[in-house]
């Protein structure tokens, strides 16, 4: 069982940056792939960036240029830098993680999910 705990969300204005969080526990995650999702009111959960062993990473194109994944496998914690921030990306991020395996970006793949942490950017 691996428990997920996200943190680094806030409130931000519109251009500022922020990093997230996803501290993983009960078991190591360097082999696992994690990712970032996240949902807006009203909308479907969507994929921002996958991260795999060996470093391989995905990030949405509505994020490409601006967030960027990273791991530290020493503290089994998954990172999402964000940055110039609009105030679209408004939303509960999520972080998920998976034991491997094919496909990145559908939600339906990962097995575990940490409690969600809000971002707001204003205007």
């Known amino acids: 069982q691996v428990h997920l705990v996200e943190s680094g969300g806030g409130l931000v204005q519109a251009g500022g940056s922020l990093r997230l969080s996803c501290a993983a526990s009960g078991r190591t995650v360097s082999t696992y792939i994690m990712a970032w999702f996240r949902q807006a009111p009203g909308r479907e959960r969507e994929f921002v960036a996958a991260?795999?062993?060996?470093?391989?990473?995905v990030h949405a194109d509505s994020v490409k240029g601006r967030f960027a994944i990273s791991r530290d496998n020493t503290e089994n914690t998954v990172y999402l830098q964000m940055s110039s921030l609009k105030p679209e990306d408004t939303a509960v991020y999520y972080c998920a993680a998976k034991p491997g395996g094919s496909g990145w970006s559908s939600q339906y793949l990962y097995t575990y999910w940490g409690q969600g942490t809000q971002v707001t950017v204003s205007s």
């Open positions: 991260i795999a062993s060996g470093d391989i990473r």
